[in-house]
Structure formats: structure tokens, C-alpha cells
């Protein structure tokens, strides 16, 4: 069982940085892969992207070259560092545990999920 909480969520203006943090629960962190997704409301769950067991990354091409994912397993913590937002970035974000190698862009490949933390962009 892994416990994930998010935090770092905000409101920002178009253009800003933000880093959101994921802490997991647990003794095992370093045997998942983790992933982030966002949730507009009347909009379906979206991969934003994954970090593997061995550090390798993915992203979704909306957010590639400005969202970073990265991971601590001493700390149990996968962080996504978003750069450059626009207001089509707003949304509640999500981190993901998954046991699958390498790591899906499917939320139904993910076993544990947090409770989200919502980021509001302006114009």
C-alpha cells in the first residue's frame, strides 16, 4: 500500500514556474514508477508525464521541454517543475504510483493515486 500526497499547487500569471511535490508513503517508492496527470473540470484525466524505476522520463508533447519530472527516493518524493505555464495548464494535478515497466500514459495502469493539488493560471 503507498499513501501519496501532492503539494506546491497555486495560483501563478502565464509565463511563471512552478514546482509541485508528491510524498509517498511507504518503504517501496523506489520500485515504482510514478507518473503525473491533470484533470480540467467537464475534461478527462490526461497524462502529463512519468519517471521510471530507473529515472528514465516521459511526457505528454503538450508539456514537453517546459515540465520536468524528477525523483528523490531518499526522500520518497517525485516532484513535476512546470515552466512556462499557460492557462491551458490549469487543472488539479495528480501523482501516480505503477508497478508496469516502463510507465504507461494510461490512469488505469496506475495503482495508487493522490488527492490532488489544483493550479490556477492567469492570463
Known amino acids: 500500500q503507498v499513501q501519496l500526497v501532492e503539494t506546491g499547487g497555486g495560483l501563478v500569471q502565464a509565463g511563471d514556474s512552478l514546482r509541485l511535490s508528491c510524498a509517498a508513503s511507504?518503504?517501496?517508492?523506489?520500485?515504482?514508477?510514478m507518473g503525473w496527470f491533470r484533470q480540467a473540470p467537464g475534461k478527462e484525466r490526461e497524462f502529463v508525464g512519468a519517471i521510471s524505476r530507473s529515472y528514465n522520463t516521459y511526457y505528454a508533447d503538450s508539456v514537453k521541454g517546459r515540465f520536468t519530472i524528477s525523483r528523490d527516493n531518499a526522500k520518497n518524493t517525485v516532484y513535476l517543475q512546470m515552466n512556462g505555464l499557460k492557462p491551458e495548464d490549469a487543472a488539479a494535478y495528480y501523482c501516480?504510483?505503477?508497478?508496469?515497466?516502463?510507465?504507461?500514459?494510461?490512469?488505469?495502469?496506475?495503482?495508487?493515486w493522490g488527492q490532488g493539488t489544483q493550479v490556477t493560471v492567469s492570463s
Open positions: 511507504g518503504r517501496t517508492f523506489s520500485s515504482y514508477a
Open positions: 501516480a504510483a505503477s508497478y508496469s515497466y516502463p510507465p504507461s500514459n494510461k490512469p488505469t495502469t496506475y495503482q495508487y
